[in-house]
């Protein structure tokens, strides 16, 4: 049974990092992308960065580009978020999700429907 366990949230004041982490556990599929969503109160949520379980191709939003860096562990099924230089607008529920895919290339879309979710951790940026 394919599971997705985020840790690492936390407050912060700007400025400041944080590193997310993810346990993903019971996947089967050759191929598959793993990414990291973000949701604020009252807006929509966000693809914050994609990889591929292939490490060939990443994407980020623009608006963390240069700050967040997505990464993974293959050997311990764990998926990564370093956040640098944080900044209030940061501040949201952070999930990390997966999905089964027929070409890791595809992973750079974050408009991409996913299918597995973990039950998502805080992230709260104070100025």
């Known amino acids: 049974q394919e599971q997705l366990a985020e840790s690492g949230g936390g407050s912060v004041q700007a400025g400041g990092s944080l590193r997310l982490g993810c346990t993903v556990s019971?996947?089967?599929?050759?191929?598959?992308?793993v990414g990291w969503f973000r949701q604020a109160p009252g807006k929509e949520r966000e693809g914050v960065a994609s990889?591929?379980?292939?490490?060939?191709?990443?994407t980020y939003v623009d608006s963390v580009k240069g700050r967040f860096t997505i990464s993974q562990d293959n050997d311990k099924d764990m998926l990564f978020l370093q956040m640098n230089s944080l900044k209030p607008e940061d501040t949201a529920l952070y999930y990390c999700a997966a999905r089964p895919i027929v070409s890791s290339r595809f992973c750079t879309d974050l408009q991409l429907q996913y299918k597995f979710w973990g039950q998502g951790t805080q992230v709260t940026v104070s100025s």
């Open positions: 990889i591929s379980r292939d490490g060939r191709y990443s």
């Open positions: 019971g996947f089967t599929y050759n191929t598959y992308c």
